[in-house]
């Protein structure tokens, strides 16, 4: 490589990097920092250190919200990956197909992607689980005074684990609004791979008399592997991380997230921001959990 | 394709249960933003209407200000989006292409970046951001440093979106064959040639895909908008939504019909680029 | 033992406890509003209205249309008396300004901010993020005792300037009233009755509306406050009380008896749900501040209230909720004398008239405002908290926000299993010394 060749993609490298790491990763270092102090959030100078205490009392004095939240994440992570993610991804796959009128599918389906927030949650609390006016009481008859189903509400377990934890109705019918908006997104990312398989490999594979589910089980989903594995990784992060749903529709008991526990120490007024921060630096390590994880599978095929 | 006719109509029939099923709540809440708030909230939101009319359209339009905090949300998107893009391509394609010592652990960081979440990083950011003075540019930097600046915000954007992009463009520039590279050597191309007119032209469908999505968050963005910028004026179209609502008292179909208005830019992008996913690799490079 | 000892960083020389501090507060607003006890006007050594010139930032969380309105009244107001000022005014939408305050005192880009009286003002001020304008208060009349205790803080300043206030009462249908023969129960029995008979009657007793957990927490306040009076429900707030007293105890046990009479799936209604409930006529009562009237333009109309009746004779009925809204000054503006300047207008008669003239829906601080277009829920809301004894601000402004989240999350569990209490109030008390002692050390 030219000298300049090296000093241009050292350029190309640097700057991007210096922008992410100093915006991303300095605040997170100083996060995890934080977790072992008390601080009010003003004066500098009021940033106490007290060691694991923050720690402690997450897994002691407010536990039960802890471990309500890291099941609910899970609990995300399972609809998603058995759910949400193989939807999207059989809903790209039939569009692909060229069929009439797909561009209309497409960005019906889309919708719920990129509609804001507030909308989001006007739809799902009043417009669809409203106890009194909303469409599933409606239709199921049930929004007379006494009768109605409380859908938001609700802290039952729907299946139970232990006498605390499980999942709730109501956090169930908050996957509902998740489910719907990740399916757009798995199948925007899937179209786009699925349109980077080379054409005359399909045609290869028809000629050769197999049938539709032979044709992808052999030919096309091999090459997807890239897509594949971004998909999955999606669907970590957006379980993992889930805030956006759960928050615009108040959080009912039941369905508190990582997210929200972090949010909760760390907005206006509170008085431990290092609490707030021992949360995001436990939601950090469970993230990179899985990336190291994935990045060794990753490596270690490629080794081989 | 190698599908069937069969096949064909049953996808269709599949995909239009589908899209009913997934556009039921929002017709409900489309219908509420022609009606008013006194008619709904007693009759219903699939009542027949009895009132329809444009007056929601017409106040949000002017309690949201749209035109003030659309110009702001433009001002942001559109250099985030192709700083994002941009950036994170570079990096891809030294990643992917090359290999050399800091090889892997750059893509890990970019990677491991993508999966912090905004809330764990907000404070430390924001004292960051307060203490690093910038200069003075109307609009684009009103408070003089990064805390309070649109110029602030599109750095967080890119800064946070680009571990995203960077993991998707490197996964998708690795697909591309070696040979390519191999080939511009030849033919003596600098490496800037060799990113600029061959790697990224072949990137185009994931950096639409890319496109489209990112100009989707970053559009719908409140939480570093509102958490860095303190100035109400000075925020996205975001901002509008919730200025529609009342400490007590919101009126819904006011901010659906506010909220129809806003997203209209993210269909249109999603509806423009979609050709752009198709057109797939194209199949001629590696065989002349 | 006891909590108290509200945390006096090390700067104030002064440290008056924060118990005493509410009790002078509350036990003198009996003097709010049209009350007397008024301060007369001290003429030197005060703010003087005209004497600045400048530019000004006023940060406002008032995104409604008439509180917008209504702020811009008093801020035109308050330019056309003294020309050499320009203020402008910094709107951010009420959820968002909340979340974001401490954001926006260290961004420190507006000189006066909208804020709350109670615990959530003397918050920030014992931790100097505010200015001290105690000579504005020197030159303030019209304003109650009661009030003037309610703005200040540890150290015995003023960090505070009200301007206005609303109450939480049982509210009523009146049309349903007088169509189905019911009165305004005046004790704990005859209000079981009346749910009694309204019960019988097809109607449910009590709407109830839990979205976002925190309308609740004003049953809660109102039955502390008669059953285990207002000095006991001051020091729960302030954490020298046990949640897992037996007198908290009694609360809960009146409540669950309650209960049965109320709507049931609370947590998943919004408040405004409630009020349509209360409009349609199938609820008769909802115990909320009296904004619910601005659900719409038919219950404006038909609605009434009544004082949640006495449970204890001993106890009476005469503590209330009456949340406070007003001013503050950062503790560095960039222009001092017109950030005091503007406080001291505020508490004119002319800004608060100013007020009213677009936002009819609150009762105004001081006692010089012009009552005369007030409306009827007005007129009685200003009667109740002048007639009262012991007001508080509601529960989250009472006490350690975080600790008022907990609150909210345990009320929100015990209306869906009550048979649960007694384990909900023994993590709440430990949750609760958690984070009094953080705030505390």
Same mark, same amino acid.
């Given at each position: ?50 060691? /694991? ?82 469409? /599933? ?56 791979? /699925? ?77 431990? /921001? ?31 | ?288 | ?99 974001? &305050? ?124 008669? &059953? ?82 006495? &449970? ?130």
């Amino acid at each position: 490589m030219t000298g300049r060749d090296r000093r241009v993609l050292v350029a190309m490298v640097g700057v991007p990097t210096f922008l992410h790491v100093s915006l991303i990763w300095v605040p997170a270092i100083f996060s995890l920092g934080l977790s072992f102090t008390k601080w009010n959030g003003f004066s500098l100078s009021r940033i106490s250190w007290r060691g /694991l205490k923050n720690y402690q009392q997450i897994f002691t004095v407010f536990e039960k919200d802890f471990y309500e939240a890291v099941l609910n994440n899970l609990w995300v992570l399972f609809f998603l990956f058995v759910i949400a993610t193989p939807l999207g991804m059989f809903i790209a796959y039939l569009l692909d197909k060229n069929l009439r009128g797909t561009t209309i599918y497409q960005s019906l389906l889309y919708f719920p992607v990129v509609l804001s927030l507030a909308v989001v949650g006007f739809i799902w609390k009043s417009v669809i689980y409203s106890p009194r006016q909303g469409l /599933l009481n409606t239709a199921l008859g049930r929004t007379a005074e006494g009768n109605q189903i409380d859908w938001l509400g609700n802290s039952d377990f729907v299946i139970q684990l232990t006498e605390n934890y499980g999942l709730s109705r109501n956090f169930l019918a908050l996957i509902a609004p998740l489910i719907w908006q990740h399916v757009g997104y798995i199948m925007v990312l899937y179209l786009a791979g /699925l349109k980077s398989v080379d054409p005359s490999m399909r045609e290869a594979a028809g000629i050769d008399g197999a049938t539709e589910w032979q044709a992808f089980r052999k030919v096309i989903a091999p090459s997807l592997r890239p897509v594949n594995v971004v998909i999955m990784v999606i669907t970590v992060i957006t379980g993992l991380r889930v805030f956006d749903i759960v928050d615009v529709l108040n959080n009912p008991t039941g369905t508190d997230v990582l997210s929200l526990l972090v949010t909760e120490a760390t907005s206006g007024e509170s008085s431990n /921001l290092g609490r707030g921060s021992a949360y995001a630096t436990i939601l950090l390590a469970l993230c990179f959990a899985f990336v190291v994880w994935y990045l060794r599978s990753t490596f270690k095929e490629e080794e081989a | 394709m190698i599908s069937t006719r069969r096949s064909r109509i049953f996808a269709q029939l599949f995909l239009s249960a589908m899209v009913i099923v997934w556009i039921l709540p929002i017709a409900g809440m489309v219908v509420s933003s022609f009606r008013p708030y006194a008619e709904t909230s007693t009759q219903g939101f699939f009542s027949f209407p009895d009132t329809l009319n444009l007056d929601n359209f017409r106040d949000a339009w002017g309690r949201g200000n749209f035109v003030r905090h659309w110009t702001v949300t433009f001002i942001v998107v559109i250099p985030a989006l192709f700083l994002v893009l941009w950036f994170s391509s570079m990096v891809a394609f030294a990643v992917s292409r090359y290999s050399w010592r800091f090889n892997i652990a750059l893509l890990m960081l970019f990677t491991a970046g993508n999966l912090l979440p905004q809330q764990a990083i907000i404070i430390p950011l924001f004292e960051i951001y307060n203490r690093v003075p910038i200069p003075t540019i109307p609009l684009l930097s009103d408070s003089g440093e990064l805390r309070g600046s649109l110029i602030g915000l599109i750095l967080i954007h890119v800064a946070f979106q680009s571990g995203f992009c960077t993991f998707v463009l490197s996964n998708y520039m690795k697909t591309l064959p070696k040979e390519l590279n191999e080939a511009a050597m030849v033919d003596g191309a600098s490496l800037w040639r060799q990113y600029w007119q061959i790697i990224l032209p072949l990137t185009r469908p994931a950096l639409a895909a890319l496109a489209t999505l990112e100009f989707a968050w970053i559009y719908n963005d409140y939480f570093w908008a509102v958490a860095l910028i303190q100035k109400g004026d000075n925020l996205p179209i975001t901002s509008s939504l919730r200025n529609l609502s009342g400490e007590f008292f919101t009126d819904d179909n006011l901010v659906a019909a506010g909220s129809l208005m806003v997203v209209i830019p993210t269909v249109l992008i999603y509806i423009a680029l979609r050709k752009q996913f198709i057109s797939g690799l194209s199949v001629g490079a590696s065989k002349g | 033992m006891s909590n108290s000892g509200y945390p006096a960083p090390s700067e104030w020389s002064a440290h008056i406890s924060r118990r005493s501090l509410l009790k002078g507060s509350v036990a003198a607003a009996a003097t709010v509003a049209l009350g007397g006890g008024v301060l007369a006007a001290c003429g030197d050594g005060g703010v003087a209205l005209g004497s600045s010139s400048g530019a000004l930032t006023i940060g406002s969380n008032a995104s409604d249309a008439a509180p917008q309105a209504g702020l811009k009244a008093i801020v035109d107001a308050f330019m056309a008396q003294n020309s050499e000022i320009s203020a402008t005014i910094n709107t951010l939408d009420h959820n968002t300004y909340q979340e974001n &305050i401490t954001n926006i005192l260290k961004a420190g880009e507006d000189d006066v901010l909208a804020w709350f009286a109670g615990f959530r003002n003397k918050f920030f001020a014992d931790q100097g993020q505010l200015g001290d304008i105690s000579d504005v208060w020197d030159s303030v009349s019209g304003l109650g005792e009661g009030f003037k205790t309610a703005s200040t803080a540890s150290d015995g300043k003023q960090y505070f300037m009200p301007t206005s206030y609303y109450t939480w009462a049982v509210n009523y249908n009146k049309d349903v009233f007088s169509e189905m023969g019911y009165t305004e129960p005046q004790t704990m029995d005859e209000l079981k009755a009346l749910a009694g008979r309204m019960q019988s009657d097809g109607i449910t007793p009590f709407a109830f509306a839990n979205d976002g957990k925190w309308p609740i927490m004003g049953t809660f306040d109102i039955l502390n406050m008669r &059953i285990n009076g207002y000095d006991f429900h001051v020091d729960l707030m302030g954490g020298d009380e046990s949640w897992t007293d037996a007198r908290v105890k009694n609360v809960f046990t009146a409540w669950e008896e309650l209960l049965p009479f109320h709507q049931e799936g609370a947590n998943g209604r919004t408040w405004q749900e409630g009020a349509q409930a209360l409009q349609d006529g199938t609820a008769g009562m909802h115990l909320l501040g009296t904004f619910e009237a601005s659900h719409s333009e038919e219950l404006a109309d038909k609605m009434d209230f009544f004082n949640f009746p006495e &449970i204890d004779s001993s106890v009476g009925a005469s503590a209330l909720d009456a949340p406070i809204d007003g001013f503050q000054m950062i503790a560095d503006p960039s222009n001092p004398a017109a950030a005091k300047e503007l406080l001291l207008f505020m508490s004119t008669k002319e800004a608060q008239n100013a007020y009213l003239s677009e936002d009819p829906s609150v009762v105004a601080s001081s006692s010089e405002a012009d009552t005369s277009t007030y409306n009827a829920l007005q007129k009685k809301s200003a009667e109740f908290a002048n007639a009262a004894t012991g007001i508080s601000q509601f529960l989250d402004r009472d006490t350690i926000p975080d600790f008022a989240g907990k609150c909210g999350d345990m009320f929100a569990e015990f209306i869906e299993d009550p048979s649960k209490v007694d384990g909900l109030l023994t993590d709440l008390e430990d949750q609760k010394v958690a984070i009094f002692d953080d705030f505390n050390s």
